[in-house]
């Protein structure tokens, strides 16, 4: 062969070298995305979980101090009609009673 020749084959050779070197690296840095994407998406998720997670204990919290008010609101309510039952009982037990009596003994003429 001539020395032409061979100069094209070497440069064939070490252009395939080179096209093959460019490929193993487009390969690994490939790889190296999907990692590095792989990794990034469970941040992701585990961001979006513990988001999650707190949003649901605030709600909780909030839910339990609903419902504490609602309850604290309902047994003052409770507390109130009492005080009114207790006063007006009070003030009318006499003549209630009086009432009473008077009927029960009319009744048994």
Same mark, same amino acid.
């Given at each position: 062969?001539?020395?032409?020749?061979?100069?094209?084959?070497r440069? &064939?050779?070490?252009?395939d070298?080179?096209?093959?070197?460019?490929?193993?690296n487009?390969?690994?840095?490939?790889?190296?995305?999907?990692?590095?994407?792989?990794?990034?998406?469970?941040?992701v998720?585990?961001d979006? &979980?513990?988001?999650?997670?707190n949003?649901?204990?605030?709600?909780?919290?909030?839910?339990?101090?609903?419902?504490s008010?609602?309850?604290?609101?309902?047994?003052?309510?409770g507390?109130?009609?009492?005080?009114?039952?207790?006063?007006?009982?009070?003030q009318?037990?006499?003549?209630?009673?009086?009432e &009473?009596?008077?009927r029960?003994?009319?009744?048994?003429?």
């Amino acid at each position: 062969m001539e020395t032409n020749d061979l100069n094209i084959i070497r440069q &064939l050779l070490d252009m395939d070298k080179k096209a093959r070197m460019l490929v193993e690296n487009a390969e690994k840095e490939r790889q190296k995305a999907e990692s590095n994407l792989a990794d990034e998406k469970a941040r992701v998720e585990a961001d979006i &979980l513990s988001k999650a997670q707190n949003r649901i204990v605030k709600l909780k919290n909030q839910t339990a101090d609903e419902t504490s008010k609602e309850t604290n609101s309902i047994e003052e309510e409770g507390r109130q009609m009492m005080q009114r039952l207790e006063a007006n009982f009070a003030q009318h037990h006499t003549q209630w009673e009086d009432e &009473l009596f008077k009927r029960c003994v009319s009744m048994s003429r």
